[in-house]
């Protein structure tokens, strides 16, 4: 998992052998069905670093494809595995904090806008085809939400209205 997030050749890793390209398809396949059977059967699996690793080798992935093929500059290959990772998180939470989260846990504030750019994107297709990870969680188990606080008129009350009261 460290060598995704780096800058170097994923061939110098011996683990890897030869076809790195093989090897981080296959992870992220498999990954991404054996996250799908967890959250299905409702087991505790933890909510951040399954899709963190998934959204990881998705964007080392896709660097290294767009590497292969001239499409992307070799340099900043882990930056491509960091906004991933904060992307594959955000669309299942949907939120903003996995920003926060790969900015303090890279160090790296450079990759902030990209991050960002990612994150946002993630959440706005995430929001076109499901609830978010939390709220299907209560929908499923039928929880009870908390009602509004508020009456209607006080919705409908300006500033000026309360103060002058």
């Known amino acids: 998992m460290n060598d995704v997030l780096t ?6 890793n011996p683990k890897l052998g030869e076809d790195a390209l093989y090897v981080l ?11 799908a059977l967890t959250f299905a059967c409702n087991l ?3 909510i951040l670093g399954p ?5 990881a080798v998705v964007g080392r ?21 960091v906004v991933g990772s904060a992307a594959c998180v955000s669309c299942i939470i949907r939120g903003i904090a996995p920003l926060a989260i790969m900015i303090e846990t890279t160090g790296q504030i450079e990759y902030a806008t990209p991050i ?3 994150v946002i994107v993630a959440f706005m297709i ?7 990870f939390f709220d299907v969680a209560v929908y499923i188990r039928k ?23």
């Open 116 to 118: 960002m750019v990612g």
């Open 61 to 81: 992935l896709f660097a290294e494809i767009g590497e292969k093929f001239g499409w992307l500059n070799p340099t900043f290959k882990g930056a491509y595995a």
């Open 25 to 35: 398809g296959h992870y992220a396949l498999i990954k991404f069905f054996m996250i």
């Open 44 to 46: 505790a699996f933890g």
């Open 143 to 165: 929880l009870p939400l908390m009602g509004s606080l508020m009456t209607k008129e006080h919705y409908e009350l300006y500033a000026t209205d309360v103060l002058k009261e």
């Open 51 to 55: 899709p963190m690793t998934l959204g």
């Open 7 to 12: 800058t170097k050749e994923l061939s110098e």
């Open 126 to 132: 995430g929001n076109q085809f499901s609830l978010s």
